[in-house]
């Protein structure tokens, strides 16, 4: 029996995720051409742009699981890696880190980094404009 799976499993895993493709995209066709052109004055859509707004959001808002081990979208991911390394470092790494993280995309100060630009162009050479004659 356990031989049988592994040998048809490169068959039905995709007839299956094929399968859940497209009930999910039947309901995201049948849902919104219920109820967003009453709500929202919008036009129905069609079965494959169903299926590409279902994609997108997937996309866009990740592909769920568990939220501690790598579920929800990738930006949400980048945060919570970033505050698990910043729960793990002492105060004074903590401050070393945001130190360098200021000195190298002006991160946390803002109004410092913004009269730096003013000051370097007021040194800057002014190119005379030439006149057609």
Known sequence: MKNTFYKWRFIFIPI???????????????LWNHLLPDILHVGTITYW????IFV??????GFG????RGGGAPWMRRKQMMEERLKSM????????????????????????????????????????????
């Open 90 to 133: 002492s105060p004074e790494e903590r401050e070393h880190f945001k130190e360098q993280m200021k000195s190298r995309c002006g991160w946390g100060g803002r109004g410092r980094h913004r009269d730096d630009w003013r000051e370097a162009w007021k040194d800057a050479p002014i190119a005379e404009k030439e006149t057609k004659e």
């Open 16 to 30: 299956g995720i094929a399968a859940i493709l497209t009930l999910v995209s039947f309901v995201v066709m049948q």
């Open 65 to 68: 699981g568990p939220k501690g």
């Open 56 to 61: 997108l959001c997937k996309i866009l808002f």
């Open 49 to 52: 742009q169903a299926m590409g």
